[in-house]
């Protein structure tokens, strides 16, 4: 299956550095160019602290134009918390251009799966015009949190007009947000996504008779500790 | 060709291309030959060939006025002067078109960039049609020196302008001079690997001051005005009250018997000073001085201990400021810098931590004559109770310091210092440049510790450890000594319950996070620019950079010039340095000090007013002047002072009779510029001769762009153009005119701003409808781009017209 | 840095967050309660759409289908008349500023906004530059709070004397645009100002106080291990700290330290003696709301009963 082509989140440009540069998710004043290596994005960051996750190897590796990064697990673990975009003393922005690294790695098919889990996000906004906790992770939660919590879930719609609002966070769109979304082209990115994941199943389905469990982690696959790591979102 | 013009000439200088690549200088040329008028064009005029070229040329040709299109007369218009004096002409003969700049810089279309080229020669010759040589005005420059602040770096130039026979004055705001090296303790010697006594190299320095019969020091000083011109200065100083008379013998009674206690500057808040104290002990002058925000008796209390100590009743509380002025040919700015306020960066803890301190509180701590008397301590196991403090006593630190070692923490073993704190750091609050001493102060404070205190551990994280020169060889002592070296950049650091530190950070070469142990951390704080830096360089209205350091003239050609004729800087004033390259260069701002009042007498600026006495009716409107230029002589004739008068021109305003013009702006003058600059549809700017005008030429700089119908006049301000000029500019075509006035930053300009601000609202009420088209705009030097924007605005808002 | 005295008292949008209706529906109606009581010129509009936050940062969603969402956003609030957009969730603050600094900076993006909005029929939604200016047409609603933190001292009728809170101010407050935080983005004190109004002792320096709530969008769902490390990292720090009650700005923090508090109480085999509430819910219940038909208590999973009873409010 040909790559996706996503132009303004990572425009196609001859290296990485110049692709993060001119996406526009990262700022216009990126200081990527003037890293010092310094590390003070890696000594802030949560996700550093607790794996092996390191937001100044990944600067490297893009002003290396190392394009193994985007295979590379370690993107996956950032948390979007911009600790590193407060402190860099350069004005680089390394969340920003992890950001940008992993639309890239969606793309070429590579992190796909991990895009299973919240794919319900984008019919329910142009539905309702709201978000909501995807559905595989309303069962996680229910697992994690328990009765309390399914049993708050379960009177929201009275303890909301309790509370004199609606029973429902629903807003009026009048459909403006289902046209935009259509527009953007988001829907064409979802098929295209749900399709490239029922693709990667099947592959490793196969690939699976022939390889052994082990060797399988890490390359691909469902790093997630969790019990429901987002099939809901591909049995279409 | 107009009579007046036969024996005027133009030369144009291709800038090696700069001009040469966006204007067609053939065309040029051709259309002024076709004229009549010679026309000499040459690679770089500014070169010794080419000044050779236009001195032949007015020999051969017996030309008597010049036109020279070249980069900007701020630049090289002295030179220009010079060579045409050479060659025999009047210095008033020669006009300057700036093409570089004003062209071909921010023209990128070659066609307009011509067309306009051709129009500010065509305004620079009409102009020469009017011009009469101007008479030199010659003053003797004062013989005498000031240098303002009283550290090393003033200290020096002060001896030196002395050897060099100047009579100086020194002027240091606080009660002793010493600066920030009294404060350091050690310096360290790349070449002996040893750490010397500061204080050691300093006293002698500073007791020279004193016995040296040419300077006058003049401590508890503050320079409050500056006026009158290079090479004769008007300098007024605020000398503040000590309280106490100069028979003071330094015996130290009044300080042991004084009841009060109060924070201490010089020991960066350490509490352990009184009321009457001296700046520290080796002090010059060692004259006491009370502070009169503490002492009972300025508060209203009876107290008076002081005296009845004083043996030599010096002590005076009914003594008087003294505001004192003196005439300088020369000054010399020798502010220095402060400590960046580490506070601003809460991720170190500074203010919340104890255990955290800068590295000039450890020079202090170190220091003995400091808080602890040089003893190493953990400042949360530290501490000054004023009430522990006996009056008489003055052991109050080393008890303290038991009560410490009895705990048996107070020495820290494990030490970590962070660099770059504020120093290489974009974010807001923090400073873009490398403040070049920290990493050696750093090393020296370590090897310190370690030869007093073997077996500490010594953590220094840096990110580029910058040794320079033989600065090297310490490095490596302090590598063998035992010092460790992290490198990476500290995110935050923890304070553990009892009080220890733990420093987080990624050790960048093993890629592992790390945190460091520590009793006491370090921060190597950037250098940033004294208050007292900033206060002056407003005071005498000279240019600093975006960090508020004094900005020579050139970095590299005149590196201790400031932006004024006769006003010099040395020092950390004018960039982050260390000691050595303080005094280096403290020796250059003494030399080139005494070379300019050896230049004496010195030729004036020519462009002050001159007044038609056949024409002045003695209605004394002009003594109205706001610098007090002006005034009647014996005879009853007006006249004006050259070394007063600032050149503003509010005073051709005040004149009815218009019998005051200011020479090289006269009407005629700028009619006849307006008239050969001005086309169909163009937005005349009037640029005042000041910062206007370098922002004016910082737009080409800074590679900005603005259309080729926006054409600039200089003037020395705006109170030059009356309403009669601007009607003759909408004549020539002129779609609007714009009035560039220089900011009110600076004392001269503070007078100057009102005056030129109610002149444009005047003259736009008496142009009626036509008001409209004119526009007035403040020029700040770092808005090059606000500036191109209002031109490129304006001036497309006139081709829509 | 944004000047307290700027941040307005009118014309705001109160920006509807799905994470608030859906987990904290009385930090919404907390804060309308202050508000009215503030007089503050405020309204809700229906019509507003979520920000995409969730999609947007969980990579789901392209910068452009954001930004064209934000637009929307942008016409909705101008339409009715309540241009400053004033957010209860910190993602829902920086996406909407981020957007509006693109569109009014990248003239591609906008224009292909505009374009799509005239393809679809929506001209109501074009968006021209500068329509809504980053720095001041963007808010927290703990901003507004604060600069009305003396009213709220004065109408305070249950005092917190003697309570130590301490404040999570959420990261995508103050590190993603920090150049726009009132007071020092290294040491926002927003939450801790408002708290101290309600009488009570913000502890307000604690270790990791800069620490991300380990949500982390996506972390929480796929590598819930080392999320939860993040979150119980900080929970040690204040119960060491002695907090006894942890004060929030986004429902994505005030899930993760509320929801999954007993949850790493129960998997990690530790105790914290700590409850939570949004800024708004303890500032409304200082002023005398009910803790249940106004601030919404019962939606939360580490019951407050306890915390009620020992202030004598039930």
Redesign the interface.
């Known amino acids: 299956m040909i790559p996706y082509v996503?132009?303004?989140?990572t425009p196609e440009c001859k290296t990485l550095a110049e692709t993060v540069k001119k996406?526009?998710?990262t700022p216009?004043s990126l200081?990527l160019d003037r890293c010092?290596?310094?590390?003070?994005c890696?000594?802030?960051c949560?996700?550093?602290?607790?794996?092996d996750y390191?937001p100044?190897?990944i600067v490297k590796k893009v002003l290396e134009n190392d394009r193994s990064v985007l295979e590379s697990e370690m993107i996956?673990?950032?948390?979007?918390?911009?600790?590193c975009?407060?402190?860099?003393?350069?004005?680089n922005s390394p969340v920003t251009i992890v950001?940008v690294l992993?639309?890239m790695a969606?793309n070429e098919g590579i992190?796909v799966e991990?895009?299973a889990?919240?794919?319900e996000?984008?019919e329910y906004?142009a539905e309702n015009?709201?978000?909501?906790?995807?559905g595989?992770?309303v069962k996680?939660?229910e697992s994690?949190?328990g009765e309390?919590?399914i049993s708050?879930k379960k009177n929201?719609e009275s303890?909301?007009e309790?509370?004199?609002?609606s029973s429902k966070?629903i807003?009026?769109?009048?459909g403006?947000?289902q046209?935009?979304?259509?527009?953007?082209?988001?829907f064409n990115?979802e098929k295209w996504l749900k399709a490239k994941i029922q693709e990667k199943l099947l592959h490793q389905l196969l690939e699976n008779q022939c390889i052994k469990r082990e060797n399988r982690s890490g390359d691909f696959g469902f790093?997630?500790?969790?019990r429901c790591?987002g099939q809901p979102a591909f049995i279409i | 060709m107009n009579a007046a013009l036969d024996k005027t000439a133009v030369f144009i200088c291709h800038c090696s291309g700069n001009i040469s690549e966006r204007i067609d200088i053939n065309s040029l040329k051709k259309t002024l030959k076709a004229e009549g008028i010679p026309v000499f064009d040459y690679e770089y005029l500014c070169s010794r060939e080419g000044q050779t070229l236009i001195k032949n040329k007015i020999l051969e040709g017996k030309l008597d006025r010049i036109v020279i299109g070249s980069c900007t007369p701020s630049k090289h218009g002295t030179l220009f002067k010079k060579c045409i004096q050479e060659a025999g002409l009047n210095r008033a003969m020669l006009e300057i078109a700036n093409l570089r700049e004003h062209c071909a810089w921010v023209h990128p279309d070659k066609a307009g960039a011509t067309e306009k080229a051709l129009s500010l020669i065509r305004g620079k010759l009409n102009r020469l049609e009017n011009h009469k040589p101007l008479e030199e005005i010659k003053v003797n420059i004062v013989p005498q020196a000031l240098v303002i602040g009283g550290g090393i770096a003033g200290i020096t130039a002060a001896v030196n302008l002395a050897d060099n026979g100047i009579s100086t004055y020194l002027v240091e705001k606080e009660s002793s001079i010493g600066g920030n090296m009294a404060k350091i303790g050690k310096v360290f010697s790349p070449d002996k690997l040893a750490e010397e006594c500061a204080m050691c190299s300093l006293s002698p320095l500073m007791n020279e001051v004193v016995a040296n019969p040419r300077i006058t020091l003049l401590t508890w000083t503050e320079v409050e005005r500056l006026s009158g011109s290079a090479g004769n200065f008007t300098v007024r100083l605020r000398k503040k009250s000590r309280y106490v008379h100069d028979n003071c013998t330094g015996c130290g009674r009044c300080s042991r018997v004084c009841p009060v206690l109060v924070e201490n500057e010089f020991n960066c808040g350490y509490i352990d000073k009184k009321a009457i104290s001296l700046r520290f002990s080796q002090s010059v002058p060692k004259i006491y001085c009370i502070d009169p925000d503490y002492c009972l008796q300025f508060k209203g209390e009876t107290c008076g201990k002081c005296v009845e100590a004083c043996k030599s009743g010096a002590i005076d509380f009914s003594q008087k400021e003294e505001i004192i002025e003196l005439n300088v040919g020369a000054v010399i700015v020798a502010t220095g810098f402060e400590e960046y306020d580490v506070s601003q960066k809460p991720q170190y803890g500074y203010g919340f931590f104890k255990n955290v301190i800068t590295q000039m509180e450890l020079a202090r701590m170190l220091g003995i004559n400091g808080p602890s008397k040089g003893i190493l301590v953990k400042p949360s196991d530290f501490s000054l109770d004023p009430d522990a403090v006996s009056s008489t006593s003055t052991c109050s630190t080393e008890r303290s310091l038991e009560n410490s070692s009895e705990k048996g923490s107070g020495t820290p073993k494990r030490i970590v210092m962070i660099q770059c704190v504020g120093s290489r750091d974009e974010k807001e609050g923090g400073n873009r440049y490398c403040s070049r001493y920290c990493c050696m102060a750093a090393l020296k404070h370590s090897n310190l510790i370690m030869k007093k205190y073997p077996g500490t551990e010594i953590t220094i994280c840096y990110v580029d450890l910058r040794a320079l020169g033989f600065y090297e060889n310490y490095y490596r002592a302090v590598q063998d000594i035992g010092v460790r070296f992290v490198r990476g950049r500290p995110a935050e650091i923890v304070e553990k319950p009892d009080k220890s530190l733990l420093v987080r950070l990624e050790d960048t070469l093993n890629q592992k996070i790390t945190e460091l142990p520590a009793d006491l951390v370090i921060l190597s704080a950037a250098m940033v620019p004294s208050k007292g830096t900033r206060k002056i360089a407003s005071i005498l209205n000279i240019s600093q950079d975006e960090s508020g350091f004094i900005k020579e003239r050139h970095s590299k050609l005149r590196p201790v010039d400031s932006s004024l004729d006769g006003i010099f800087v040395c020092g950390t004033a004018q960039s982050p340095k260390d000691v050595t390259d303080t005094i280096s260069q403290a020796g250059l701002a003494a030399i080139r000090g005494s070379a300019f009042i050896a230049d004496s007498p010195k030729a004036l600026v020519n462009e002050i007013p001159t007044i038609n006495q056949l024409l002045c009716d003695q209605c004394t409107e002009c003594l109205k002047c706001p610098f007090e230029a002006f005034s009647l002589n014996d005879s009853g004739k007006v006249i004006v002072d050259p070394l007063v008068c600032t050149g503003c021109g509010y005073c051709t305003e005040l004149c009815q009779k218009g019998a005051i013009q200011i020479s090289g702006f006269t009407k005629s003058q700028l009619k006849a510029e307006v008239e050969g600059v001005v086309k169909e549809g163009d937005l005349l700017g009037f640029v005042n001769s000041g910062i206007a005008s370098i922002t004016c030429d910082n737009i080409g700089n800074s590679a900005l762009t603005y259309p080729s119908n926006v054409k600039l006049v200089k003037v020395p301000t705006n109170l030059v153009v009356d309403k009669d000029l601007l009607l003759h500019a909408f004549k020539c075509g002129a779609s609007a005119v714009l009035f560039i006035e220089d900011p009110p930053d600076s004392p001269k300009v503070e007078v100057i701003y009102p005056l030129t601000i109610s002149h444009f609202e005047k003259l736009k009420k008496e142009l009626g409808d036509s008001g409209d088209r004119l526009y007035f705009k403040k020029a700040y030097v770092p808005n090059t781009r606000g500036l191109a924007g209002t031109f490129t605005s304006l001036a497309r808002e006139g081709e829509m017209i | 840095m944004k000047a307290i005295e700027d941040v307005p008292d009118n014309q705001l949008l109160l920006f509807k967050s799905c994470m608030v209706g859906q987990e904290y529906p009385g930090v919404e109606t907390s804060t309308c309660y202050i508000f009215d009581r503030l007089g503050i010129d405020y309204c809700i509009n229906d019509e507003q759409s979520c920000c995409t936050g969730i999609g947007h940062y969980t990579d789901v969603f392209e910068g452009l289908t954001t930004a064209a969402i934000a637009a929307r956003n942008f016409a909705v609030a101008k339409r009715c008349g309540y241009p400053n957009i004033t957010c209860l969730c910190s993602t829902c603050y920086a996406v909407n500023k981020e957007a509006c600094e693109t569109l009014n900076t990248n003239t591609e993006v906008r224009e292909k906004i505009n374009s799509i909005f005239l393809e679809k029929g929506l001209e109501n939604l074009v968006y021209e530059k500068d329509d809504m200016n980053p720095r001041t047409n963007f808010y927290h609603a703990v901003e507004i709070l604060l600069s009305k933190v003396d009213k709220i001292r004065e109408q305070k009728k249950f005092d917190f004397s003697g309570i130590k809170t301490a404040s999570h101010h959420a990261c995508h407050y103050y590190k993603v645009k920090y150049l726009d935080v009132l007071g020092n983005p290294e040491n926002p004190q927003l939450i801790d100002n408002i708290s101290a109004a309600c009488g009570a002792e913000p502890v307000r320096w604690y270790e990791d106080r800069t620490l991300t709530c380990g949500m982390g969008f996506s972390q929480l769902h796929l590598n819930k291990d080392t999320s939860l490390q993040v979150t119980k990292t900080k929970l040690d720090s204040l119960q060491r700290a002695g907090v006894e009650l942890m004060l929030h700005m986004c429902p994505n923090c005030q899930i993760q330290y509320d929801r999954y508090q007993p949850v790493i109480e129960r998997e990690f085999g530790v105790k914290y003696d700590m409850v939570h509430m949004n800024i708004a819910q303890f500032a409304a219940l200082s002023m005398g709301a009910d803790p249940y038909k106004v601030c919404g208590f019962q939606t939360h999973s580490v019951p407050l009963e306890g915390f009620l009873e020992k202030n004598g409010i039930i």
């Not at chain 1, 010092?36 to 003070?40: L, P």
């Not at chain 1, 949560?46 to 794996?51: C, E, K, L, N, Q």
Request: one cysteine or more; proline letters at 4%; glycine letters at 8%.
């Open positions: 996503n132009k303004y989140d996406s526009i998710r216009a200081g010092i290596q310094c590390g003070a890696t000594a802030s949560p996700a550093a602290r607790f794996t390191s100044r190897q996956w673990s950032c948390f979007y918390c911009y600790s975009n407060l402190r860099c003393p350069r004005n950001q992993r639309q969606v992190g991990k895009l889990y919240f794919l996000i984008g906004l015009g709201a978000s909501k906790i995807p595989a992770g996680n939660m994690d949190l309390r919590w708050f929201l303890i909301r309790e509370l004199g609002l966070d807003r009026n769109t009048h403006e947000v046209a935009i979304l259509e527009a953007t082209g988001y990115r790093e997630s500790d969790r790591p």
